[in-house]
C-alpha cells in the first residue's frame, strides 16, 4: 500500500476519495451524533448567521457542502505542488494527508464559517506565491487582502491571516512603500460594503462591531481537549517534529524560490497555532488550517527518510489514529474524556 501512496498513480484519486468517505460516513450516516462546536464559543457574524440558517434547515447541504469543500482544498493541494514544484516529485499524498488528518477532527465536520476560509486560504497562498520575482505585485497585494478581508467577514479570526501577507513582502519582495499600503485597501473594501450596508439600512451595525470585538478578544488558555485528543495532537507534534528534521535537510538543496515558500508555509502553522492558544474564541476548527503545509511537510518526510520500515510506520500512525478518534467519538467510550 506504501508504494501505492507514494506513486502517482490515477488510482490514488480513488483511494482519497475512499478515505474522504470513510472518514466523513458518521457526519452522513448520523449528522446530529457529533455538535458543531469546535473548541471555542465564536460568536455568528452576520453574514455567516444567514447561511448557517439555511445549512441547518437543510441537513443534507449542511453535511455535503463542507465535504465537497474538503475534497477540493485537497485536490487544491497537489495542483499548487504540480504549479510551483515545491515537492520534487509529483504526488497526491498532500491530499491524502489533509483527508486524513482533517477528519480526526469530527467537531467541524458540518456547516462550519472556517471552510470558507480554508477555500480563500488557498488563494491567498497562490496569491503570494506570485509575488516573487514579479514586476507588477500591486494586483496580487490588493487581491490578498481582500481575500483575508473576505474570509474575516465570515470567519473574523481569519483576519490575522494579514501578518502572512506582510511575511510574504519581506521574504519576496524587495521594499516598495506603496506595496506595504496596497493590502490594507484590499482589507478595507469588502468591509467598507459591509459596514456601509449595515450602518444604512439595517439597525444591525452596532451588533457586528460588537461580534468582531468580541471575536478579538485574547488571552492564553490551555486547549480544553479530552483524553484521547490530547494524545493525538501530541502524536501529530512528534511526526512533525521528526518530519522537520527530514525537511531542514532537504531544504538546502531545493532552490531559493521554494524555500521561502515552505518559509510561509511555516507562518502558516505559527498564525494558527497562535489563535488555537491566545483567542478564547478559536478552537480545533483552525487547525484545519494548520493542517496545510503539514501535509508537504509530511510528503517530504515520505519521500526522503531511508528507512522503509519507518514511512510504514509514519503512515499507519496517521490512519490509525485519524480511525481510533472515530470510532471512539461516536460510540462514545468512557475513557474518550
Given at each position: 500500500?506504501?508504494?501505492?501512496?507514494?506513486?502517482?498513480?490515477?488510482?490514488?484519486?480513488?483511494?482519497?476519495?475512499?478515505?474522504?468517505?470513510?472518514?466523513?460516513?458518521?457526519?452522513?450516516?448520523?449528522?446530529?451524533a457529533?455538535?458543531?462546536?469546535?473548541?471555542?464559543?465564536?460568536?455568528?457574524?452576520?453574514?455567516w448567521?444567514?447561511?448557517?440558517?439555511?445549512?441547518?434547515?437543510?441537513?443534507?447541504?449542511?453535511?455535503?457542502?463542507?465535504?465537497?469543500?474538503?475534497?477540493?482544498?485537497?485536490?487544491?493541494?497537489?495542483?499548487?505542488?504540480?504549479?510551483?514544484?515545491?515537492?520534487?516529485e509529483?504526488?497526491y499524498?498532500?491530499?491524502?494527508?489533509?483527508?486524513?488528518?482533517?477528519?480526526?477532527?469530527?467537531?467541524?465536520?458540518?456547516?462550519?464559517?472556517?471552510?470558507?476560509?480554508?477555500?480563500?486560504?488557498?488563494?491567498?497562498?497562490?496569491?503570494?506565491f506570485?509575488?516573487?520575482?514579479s514586476?507588477?505585485?500591486?494586483?496580487?497585494?490588493?487581491?490578498?487582502?481582500?481575500?483575508?478581508?473576505?474570509?474575516?467577514l465570515?470567519?473574523?479570526?481569519?483576519?490575522?491571516?494579514?501578518?502572512?501577507?506582510?511575511?510574504?513582502?519581506?521574504?519576496?519582495?524587495p521594499?516598495?512603500?506603496?506595496?506595504?499600503?496596497?493590502?490594507?485597501?484590499?482589507?478595507?473594501?469588502?468591509?467598507?460594503?459591509?459596514?456601509?450596508?449595515?450602518?444604512?439600512?439595517?439597525?444591525?451595525?452596532?451588533?457586528?462591531?460588537?461580534?468582531?470585538?468580541?471575536?478579538?478578544?485574547?488571552?492564553?488558555?490551555?486547549?480544553?481537549?479530552?483524553?484521547?485528543?490530547?494524545?493525538?495532537v501530541?502524536?501529530?507534534?512528534?511526526?512533525?517534529?521528526?518530519?522537520?528534521?527530514?525537511?531542514?535537510?532537504?531544504?538546502?538543496?531545493?532552490?531559493v524560490?521554494?524555500?521561502?515558500?515552505?518559509?510561509?508555509?511555516?507562518?502558516?502553522?505559527?498564525?494558527?497555532?497562535?489563535?488555537?492558544?491566545?483567542?478564547?474564541?478559536?478552537?480545533?476548527?483552525?487547525?484545519?488550517?494548520?493542517?496545510?503545509?503539514?501535509?508537504?511537510?509530511?510528503?517530504?518526510?515520505?519521500?526522503?527518510?531511508?528507512?522503509?520500515?519507518?514511512?510504514?510506520?509514519?503512515?499507519?500512525?496517521i490512519?490509525?489514529?485519524?480511525?481510533?478518534?472515530?470510532?471512539?467519538?461516536?460510540?462514545e467510550?468512557?475513557?474518550?474524556?
Amino acid at each position: 500500500m506504501i508504494r501505492q501512496i507514494k506513486s502517482n498513480r490515477p488510482g490514488n484519486i480513488l483511494l482519497i476519495l475512499f478515505f474522504a468517505g470513510l472518514t466523513w460516513l458518521g457526519r452522513f450516516w448520523a449528522p446530529d451524533a457529533v455538535t458543531i462546536t469546535g473548541n471555542g464559543r465564536l460568536y455568528a457574524t452576520p453574514l455567516w448567521s444567514n447561511m448557517d440558517t439555511w445549512l441547518q434547515a437543510h441537513q443534507w447541504a449542511n453535511s455535503l457542502f463542507p465535504f465537497l469543500i474538503l475534497l477540493l482544498v485537497a485536490f487544491m493541494l497537489v495542483r499548487i505542488n504540480r504549479k510551483y514544484i515545491l515537492l520534487n516529485e509529483r504526488t497526491y499524498l498532500p491530499a491524502l494527508f489533509f483527508v486524513l488528518m482533517s477528519g480526526a477532527w469530527l467537531h467541524v465536520q458540518g456547516g462550519h464559517p472556517v471552510w470558507l476560509a480554508l477555500l480563500l486560504m488557498f488563494l491567498i497562498i497562490d496569491t503570494l506565491f506570485q509575488l516573487y520575482r514579479s514586476t507588477y505585485a500591486l494586483g496580487n497585494l490588493y487581491m490578498a487582502g481582500f481575500y483575508i478581508a473576505l474570509g474575516s467577514l465570515f470567519y473574523v479570526p481569519f483576519i490575522f491571516y494579514l501578518l502572512l501577507v506582510y511575511v510574504a513582502l519581506i521574504l519576496l519582495r524587495p521594499f516598495i512603500g506603496r506595496e506595504w499600503l496596497v493590502p490594507l485597501l484590499g482589507i478595507a473594501t469588502p468591509y467598507l460594503f459591509v459596514f456601509t450596508y449595515y450602518f444604512v439600512f439595517t439597525d444591525n451595525f452596532e451588533h457586528y462591531t460588537i461580534v468582531i470585538l468580541n471575536n478579538l478578544d485574547y488571552y492564553f488558555q490551555w486547549p480544553q481537549l479530552s483524553m484521547f485528543y490530547r494524545i493525538y495532537v501530541g502524536l501529530m507534534l512528534f511526526l512533525i517534529a521528526i518530519s522537520s528534521l527530514i525537511m531542514a535537510g532537504s531544504l538546502r538543496a531545493k532552490k531559493v524560490r521554494t524555500r521561502k515558500f515552505f518559509e510561509l508555509f511555516l507562518w502558516i502553522f505559527i498564525i494558527s497555532i497562535a489563535q488555537f492558544l491566545f483567542l478564547p474564541n478559536v478552537g480545533v476548527e483552525v487547525l484545519l488550517i494548520a493542517i496545510l503545509p503539514t501535509t508537504f511537510i509530511f510528503t517530504e518526510y515520505m519521500y526522503h527518510t531511508r528507512r522503509k520500515w519507518s514511512v510504514t510506520l509514519f503512515f499507519y500512525a496517521i490512519l490509525l489514529g485519524t480511525m481510533a478518534l472515530q470510532v471512539l467519538t461516536y460510540f462514545e467510550l468512557p475513557f474518550l474524556s
